[in-house]
């Protein structure tokens, strides 16, 4: 089973960026498409974007299109990323790297994850 590890999560002043990483034990995409999902205190888990195997393809949830990019290392068929601009106190939370059925992609919300990793903490300061 591929295993996901996120990475580069960390405290940052409201109004910087960040960008956090998800490797893959395997190569994902011929199987997957790969999301990004966060969960703040006391809140359920929520989509954040998605990306599938074809190139520039990526979207993200409404509340951070404008703010949020998901990319992946096309040299690498392991590696996604988030890039996080303008970050704000309310992006708090773990952020989880999921991959999923590709048929689902481009749905709101993504209706079942087959595999997570265990998540980064990202911790925005007012």
């Known amino acids: 089973q591929v295993q996901l590890v996120e990475s580069g999560g960390r405290l940052v002043q409201a109004g910087g960026s960040l960008k956090i990483s998800c490797v893959a034990s395997e190569p994902t995409f011929e199987n997957f498409a790969m999301g990004w999902f966060r969960q703040a205190p006391g809140k359920e888990r929520a989509f954040v974007a998605a990306?599938?195997?074809?190139?520039?393809?990526?979207?993200s949830a409404d509340s951070v299109k404008d703010r949020f990019t998901m990319s992946r290392d096309n040299a690498n068929d392991t590696v996604v990323f988030l890039q996080m601009n303008n970050l704000k106190p309310e992006d708090t939370a773990v952020y989880y790297c999921a991959a999923f059925d590709p048929r689902f992609y481009g749905l709101r919300p993504i209706p079942f994850v087959e595999r997570w990793g265990k998540g980064t903490l990202v911790i925005v300061s007012a």
């Open positions: 990306i599938n195997r074809h190139p520039g393809s990526a979207y």
